[in-house]
């Protein structure tokens, strides 16, 4: 049986624990393990984007777009967070939201693909999150029968699914209820052995588990940015393009700050080259403001300790669960193995919605999927072992009081 005492002990062994530090505590009696819907803020967000609104916008007007980098932020960022990835530097950006990029790459994946009229299956996970199925399904809406969808409903479809005639995968990384993680290198192998390429969503994966973008030959990827990567609320999102496939084509969206020559105003469009080319207009200067900080956080940590901590978090709360909830109804539904689990990990609980929203009550912020699960974000650079044995001990009460069935608790809010 995992004891409290061995929680702490675990906590007061942690290599990484002086990452805590760069982030705002949870309010007192508050465990947060809700990493995979919005990270914890980084400290130095409120100082930082006080500076930008008054050292920049209101003190240095038209002049900041150079004097406060405000032009090279997307870059900036992006090569600092590229390491999460597994992905060089130069390789990432980031912009626009995962939606955006999804669309962007997924198009320019397409456009390489094109001469190829054999190849027009786009295959996808419908039961997916819907933003990534409603990309695919979108572009074949307006693809005016050159594209096709074929779906795919479990992993083990993938295989059938990869044909001669696919142009694109695109796969979440980590499924953002079940928590399944694919085999990234081996899911690319096989898309590439039949000719096609894959574009990964690592939104449940980049920064909680190793992902190993360029040693896997991924060809295209986006990350959420406001969710493990603690980038604040409406931040920007990644986007990755594999260094060979650049500058080939047109990006999807050409827009002017896309160009080759931001500041010539003239003449035909000419795109700038590698990922820099999927910035379409104006970044979100306020947003990137509150993103350095998390970029700066993550430029420095030891990936290794970060995973190896995760590892830790997920194995113990499965465990505890098991301990003790078990007899209480509640079932592991992400997979048991931790090498096919993502940052999260997804139980089956009695009272659904109902428990979730008495969590909250109790200071637990997990969050809730249709028809009964509760989903436990382990974002290791703020969570501790002791956390996950309250949280787990406080469900436990709830469960047996049968709390859940109060009125108060049926009106779902999550
Ligand atoms: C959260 C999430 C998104 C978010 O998309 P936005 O366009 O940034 O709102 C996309 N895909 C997955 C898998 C997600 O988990």
Known sequence: MITLAACEAL????????LREHFEPAPE???????NSIGAMPKAVPERMARALHGEWSALRRQ??????????????????????????QDVIAVDNTTLNLHKLLAY???????????????????????DAHVVQGI???????????????????????????????????????????????????????GARVLWDLSHSAGVVPVGLADSRADFAVVCGYKYLSSGPGAPALAYIRHDLQDRDWPALPG????????????????APGPLSLVTGTMPVLQNAAMDCAAHIWGQVDLALLFAKH??????????????????????????????????????????????????????VSSFRQPDVI????????????????????????????????????QVSV
Not at 113 to 128: K, N, S
Not at 256 to 271: T, V
Not at 344 to 360: K, N, R, Y
Not at 381 to 408: C, G, M, N, P, Y
Request: charged share 20%.
């Open 11 to 18: 906590d007061a062994a942690d290599a990484t624990a002086a």
């Open 29 to 35: 009696g508050t465990i947060f393990l809700d990493g």
């Open 64 to 89: 900041a777009w150079h004097h406060a980098d405000w032009l090279d932020a997307p870059q900036r960022i992006g090569a600092a967070m590229a390491p999460l990835l597994g992905a060089p530097p």
């Open 109 to 131: 994946g397409l456009q390489l693909a094109r001469a190829d009229a054999g190849r027009r299956f786009i295959v996808y996970e419908p039961e997916g999150f819907p933003t």
């Open 140 to 194: 074949v809406h307006h693809g005016q029968g050159r594209w096709a969808e074929r779906a795919i409903d479990a992993p083990a479809e993938l295989a059938g699914a990869l044909r001669d005639d696919v142009a694109m995968v695109v796969l979440a990384h980590v499924d953002y209820r079940s928590s399944y993680r694919w085999d990234l290198a081996a899911s690319t192998a096989a898309a590439h052995a039949v």
């Open 256 to 271: 002017w700050l896309g160009h080759a020559d931001r500041m010539n105003f003239r003449g035909a469009y000419a795109p």
């Open 311 to 364: 590892e830790s978090l997920s194995t113990t709360l499965a465990q505890l669960m098991h301990e003790q909830c078990g007899g209480l109804g509640v079932r592991q539904i992400s997979p048991a193995d931790y090498g096919q689990r993502g940052g999260h990990i997804a139980f089956s609980c009695p009272g659904g919605g109902a428990t979730c929203e008495a969590l909250l009550a109790a200071g637990v």
């Open 375 to 410: 989903r436990f974000g382990l974002a290791p650079a703020t969570v501790t072992h002791a956390d996950l044995w309250h949280a787990v001990a406080r469900l436990k009460h709830i469960l047996e009081q049968q709390s859940w069935r109060e009125a108060r608790f049926q």
